[in-house]
């Protein structure tokens, strides 16, 4: 209720209050335009920035550790289906079978810990080669993850998707290979892979390869 309080405060009138909060929103696929309309140019970008300032303070408050289970599980889901964090509901067979890493890495493949996060035989020197599939559970996420990097518009399946030169998957960020990030429905799914110094060149084809069988087998 305080953050319509804040709207209200910066100029918004009851009937345009009414309209955010009756608009049918999908968290992982509807944009702000589409909500807002023409209620973007009622507020000032000072004014707006007084409204978050504010809301953040409040937010700021909020102590994570007293919150229930029920509340804590309610944020893991928001921001899942916001795309700021990646999901956790596939398994990383069949989200990319060992049998498929392994042909890809060109050996033995061994699951890391965190993630879907592979790495292959260890060569005798130079890069181990290393495969990891991130999934989130909104087509934004494709935006967020790549608007501040140098990306190139690649043919990789979906409905959109990008490149960038080196890995870079779940925070975690080397110069070797290439990361090709795939916006396709309500999904975005991160392929980023590093070859060995004997066959360092990521193809396009490849990524495309790999990012389609994800999407066919978690759909």
């Known amino acids: 209720m305080q953050l319509f309080e804040l709207l209200s405060d910066a100029g918004l009138t009851t009937a345009q209050l ?78 990319l079978p060992v049998a498929e890493v392994e042909a ?20 005798f020197e130079g890069h181990t080669p290393e495969i990891e599939v991130v999934v989130y559970d909104s087509a934004r996420s494709l935006e967020f993850l790549t608007s501040a990097l140098d990306v190139v518009d690649v043919n990789g399946g979906g409905d959109q998707a990008v490149s960038i030169e080196g890995f870079n998957a779940n925070g975690r960020s080397i110069t070797c290979g290439r990361t090709l990030h795939v916006a396709d429905g309500d999904l975005t799914v991160v392929v980023a892979l590093c070859l060995s110094d004997e066959d360092p060149e990521v193809a396009d084809d490849q990524f495309a390869e790999i990012a389609q069988g994800v999407l066919e087998r978690i759909a």
């Open 18 to 95: 009414g309209e955010i909060a009756n608009a049918p929103i999908e968290p992982s696929t509807t944009e702000v335009a589409a909500v807002t309309g023409d209620l973007q140019s009622t507020i000032t970008d000072d004014e707006l920035s007084e409204i978050a300032n504010t809301f953040r303070a409040a937010v700021e408050e909020l102590d994570f550790l007293e919150l229930s289970q029920r509340q804590n599980a309610a944020l893991e889901r928001s921001v899942n289906e916001c795309g700021v964090l990646p999901s956790d509901d596939y398994d990383c067979d069949d989200v």
């Open 104 to 123: 890809v890495l060109g050996g033995e493949a061994t699951l890391e810990d965190d993630g879907c996060a592979y790495s292959g035989p260890e060569p």
